[in-house]
Nanobody
Framework: QVQLVESGGGLVQAGGSLRLSCAAS????????MGWFRQPPGKEREFVAA???????YIADSVKGRFTISRDNAKNMVYLQMNSLTVEDTAVYYC?????????????????WGRGTQVTVSS
C-alpha cells in the first residue's frame, strides 16, 4: 500500500521560507514522477510543481522563481522549497504520486495522495 506523508507546513511571515517534505513508502519510489499541489481556502486544488523519475522538474508559473522541487530516491523523499512566500501562497499543500515516470500536471493524473499540510503566510 502506497503511503505519502507530508511535513514541514506551518505559519510563516510574508517573505519567509518553508521546506515541505514528503515521505513515500509502499512501492519502488525512484521509478515514478511525484508532484506537489495546493488548495487555497475556498478554491480548487492547483498544480504547484512536479519532478520526473530522473529529476527533471516543472514549476507552475505562479511560483516559478520562488519554489523548487527535488527528490532523494535513496531516502524515498520529495521536497518543496518555498521562498519569498506571500499571503497568496496560503493553502493546504499535498504531495502526490503518479503512476508514470514522466511529468504530468493534472491532479486527476495522480494515483496517490497524502493528507496535506497547512501553510499559512501572514502579512
Amino acid at each position: 500500500q502506497v503511503q505519502l506523508v507530508e511535513s514541514g507546513g506551518g505559519l510563516v511571515q510574508a517573505g519567509g521560507s518553508l521546506r515541505l517534505s514528503c515521505a513515500a513508502s509502499g512501492r519502488t519510489f525512484s521509478r515514478y514522477a511525484m508532484g506537489w499541489f495546493r488548495q487555497p481556502p475556498g478554491k480548487e486544488r492547483e498544480f504547484v510543481a512536479a519532478i520526473s523519475w530522473n529529476g527533471s522538474t516543472y514549476i507552475a508559473d505562479s511560483v516559478k522563481g520562488r519554489f523548487t522541487i527535488s527528490r532523494d530516491n535513496a531516502k524515498n523523499m520529495v521536497y518543496l522549497q518555498m521562498n519569498s512566500l506571500t499571503v497568496e501562497d496560503t493553502a493546504v499543500y499535498y504531495c502526490a504520486g503518479d503512476g508514470v515516470s514522466f511529468i504530468r500536471v493534472g491532479a486527476d493524473d495522480y494515483e496517490y495522495w497524502g493528507r496535506g499540510t497547512q501553510v499559512t503566510v501572514s502579512s
